[in-house]
Every structure is written in C-alpha cells, then in structure tokens.
C-alpha cells in the first residue's frame, strides 16, 4: 500500500525519514494541484494531509472522500497541533454515515 503526504516542509521531511514520499505546499491553490494529480494518478492508496491544509481545501477534500474509494484522505495535525474546532473522529464518521444526534 503506498502513501504520500502533502504538507508544510516540516511534516514532509518527517515522513520521508519514514519512506513515505511527499509534496511540499505553501498555498491552497498547491494544495488543490498536489491532491488532484495523486487522486487522479492512483499511485497513493493513502493520502495524508495535515488538517490546517486540508481545512484550507476542504470542499476538494470532502469530494474526493465521499465520492471515490481511493486514495483514502487521512487528516493529522500539523507541527502546531490540532486545528482549534476541528471536528473529533467521531463527529466525522457520523457525518459521513448520515447520523445526527
């Protein structure tokens, strides 16, 4: 299963001491262009995504998480933590299932 990350310098150099490839982005617009070429690419099973930068882009990441099976979006906190309101888990799963409480 192959993985890639795009993210701010940091979380990205961090990865790649793990082996997971990466792109570098400063902006929504490289965010929208880096996420569009590995979801049409089908080389990543995985994208992961710090949450700052997928807030950034959120209408791009929600289309690609409940409109394709793969590549599977997957959030993280960035080098400062959390977003503050970040959804948790939870809320997140229910949202994509259609359950409200």
Known sequence: MEYFVIADEDTV?????????????????EARAALATHAADGQAAIVIITDEIAHA??????RLRFE?????VV?????????????????????????QF
């Open 13 to 29: 150099l961090g990865f790649r001491y793990a082996g997971v490839e990466g792109q570098v982005v400063r902006s929504a617009d």
């Open 57 to 62: 882009i959120e209408d791009d990441v929600n």
């Open 75 to 99: 959030e993280i906190p960035g080098p400062a933590g959390p977003r503050p309101g970040r959804p948790d888990l939870m809320a997140l799963i229910r949202e994509a299932m259609g359950i």
């Open 68 to 72: 394709s099976r793969m590549p599977i």
